[in-house]
Nanobody
Framework: QVQLVESGGGVAQAGGSLRLSCASS????????MGWYRQAIGRQRELVAE???????KYADSVKDRFTISRDNAKNTVYLQMNSLKPEDTAVYYC???????????WGQGTQITVSS
């Protein structure tokens, strides 16, 4: 069973930066895509950023030009660099991975990001 372990959450001031890491217990080559979701209190979980095995990525409009997703295949780790943080970025952030053959989804335990104004 693959495990995803997030780290790097915490508190930041508006305009600051944080970097999240998601380490996989298995090879990330087995995943067709990996990404980060977030869920704020009272809101649905939403996709923040995603990177596919071929290397392409996509972002939610609300984080474009501020957040960057990347991967280190040798370390089986995906990162989310978050710059110019805003209070509305406050949420629990979850790492997500999807494999094919068979199709299966994996989630990390979540890490809290709090941005103060």
């Amino acid at each position: 069973q693959v495990q995803l372990v997030e780290s790097g959450g915490g508190v930041a001031q508006a305009g600051g930066s944080l970097r999240l890491s998601c380490a996989s217990s298995g090879s990330i080559f087995s995943f067709s895509r990996m990404g980060w979701y977030r869920q704020a209190i009272g809101r649905q979980r939403e996709l923040v950023a995603e990177i596919r095995r071929i290397g392409s990525s996509k972002y939610a409009d609300s984080v474009k030009d501020r957040f960057t997703i990347s991967r280190d295949n040798a370390k089986n780790t995906v990162y989310l660099q978050m710059n110019s943080l805003k209070p509305e970025d406050t949420a629990v952030y979850y790492c997500h991975a999807q494999s094919v053959n068979p199709v299966q989804e994996y989630w990390g335990q979540g890490t809290q990001i709090t941005v103060s104004s």
